[in-house]
Nanobody
């Protein structure tokens, strides 16, 4: 059974940093586009960033220049380094794995809370 286990969320002051991690129990890690999504209270879940097995990255405009996504194939882990955090970044952050070979095959983590507040 595939599991995505997130960690690294918490409470941080505006301007601070956090690093989220997501450990994936995938047999073929390179065969998945790994991503981070977030959902704030009362809002729809939105894409934050993705990274392919070849290292191609994509970000939503609101986090460009502040967040960085990366993946470590040796650890089957994807990271989200978040800098210069703003109160509007407050949300539950979810890890996602989307197969590039099988349409519709994707997995979600349980989510980790990030709160940016003074």
């Amino acid at each position: 059974q595939v599991q995505l286990v997130e960690s690294g969320g918490g409470l941080v002051q505006p301007g601070g940093s956090l690093r989220l991690s997501c450990a994936a129990s995938l047999n073929t890690f390179s065969g998945y586009v790994m991503g981070w999504y977030r959902q704030a209270p009362g809002k729809e879940r939105e894409l934050v960033a993705t990274v392919t097995g070849r290292g191609i990255r994509n970000y939503v405009d609101s986090v460009k220049g502040r967040f960085a996504i990366s993946r470590d194939p040796a650890k089957n882990t994807v990271y989200l380094q978040m800098n210069s955090l703003k109160p509007e970044d407050t949300a539950v952050y979810y890890c996602n794995a989307k197969s590039i070979a099988v349409i519709g095959r994707e997995y979600w983590g349980q989510g980790t809370q990030v709160t940016v507040s003074s």
